[in-house]
Antibody
Framework: EVQLVESGGGLVQPGGSLRLSCSAS????????MHWVRQVPGKGLVWVSR????????SYADSVKGRFTISRDNAKNTLYLQMNSLRPDDTAVYYC??????????WGQGTLVTVSS | QSVLTQPPSVSAAPGQKVTISCSGS????????VAWYQQLPGTAPKLLIY???KRPSGIPDRFSGSKSGTSATLGITGLQTGDEADYYC????????????FGGGTKLTVL
């Protein structure tokens, strides 16, 4: 069974940093591109970042470019999102999602990041 | 402001049919497959339709998808109270770098 489990969310002050993790199981993690998508509670889905299967290629939304870094450790079946210089408008639930032949065929349960003083 | 445009809400009675529209452009819907997601309250999005009109295993055939030009439509027949959820369309956008774009979501109310 495919499972994606996010962790690392929490309360952080503006300007602070946080690293999210997404632990994958039930599939060959190294064969799939992976994405981070965020959702402000009560609002819509917004794509944040993606990484290809071997980690050599990454892309970011303009709103996080230069502040967030996506990475992966295929030996540990884990996806990461390093978030620096956090702002209040980064407050959201962060989901990791798999891109197979289909867009977003599996999603994690999400982890809440709250940026507030 | 979402890249794809969906109506904020739709409603219908149990047993009825409803459609949800999703409008985009040539850089996204016009040249890429569309997916639809169901998000029940307090849960993660779940893939409902992929490649415009295909259903993953376990998704009932009450759910259907179609695409024409730069627009897509989700159809749900035989509405049930358990279908009350937010529905999102999504696709790739190739205008700069292939990445995902979504609609703003449509809240389905089963009256």
């Amino acid at each position: 069974e495919v499972q994606l489990v996010e962790s690392g969310g929490g309360l952080v002050q503006p300007g602070g940093s946080l690293r999210l993790s997404c632990s994958a199981s039930g599939f060959t993690f190294s064969s799939y591109w992976m994405h981070w998508v965020r959702q402000v509670p009560g609002k819509g889905l917004v794509w944040v970042s993606r990484i290809n299967n071997d980690g050599a290629s990454t892309s970011y939304a303009d709103s996080v470019k230069g502040r967030f870094t996506i990475s992966r450790d295929n030996a540990k079946n884990t996806l990461y999102l390093q978030m620096n210089s956090l702002r209040p408008d980064d407050t959201a639930v962060y989901y990791c999602a798999r891109e197979g032949a289909e867009m977003g065929d599996y999603w994690g349960q999400g982890t809440l990041v709250t940026v507030s003083s | 402001q979402s890249v794809l445009t969906q109506p904020p809400s739709v409603s219908a009675a149990p047993g009825q049919k409803v459609t949800i529209s999703c409008s985009g452009s040539s850089s996204n819907i016009g040249n890429n497959y569309v997916a639809w997601y169901q998000q029940l309250p307090g849960t993660a999005p779940k893939l409902l339709i992929y490649d415009n009109n295909k259903r993953p295993s376990g998704i009932p055939d009450r759910f259907s998808g179609s695409k024409s030009g730069t627009s897509a439509t989700l159809g749900i027949t035989g509405l049930q109270t358990g279908d009350e959820a937010d529905y999102y369309c999504g696709t790739w956008d190739t205008s700069l770098s292939p990445f995902w774009v979504f609609g703003g979501g449509t809240k389905l109310t089963v009256l």
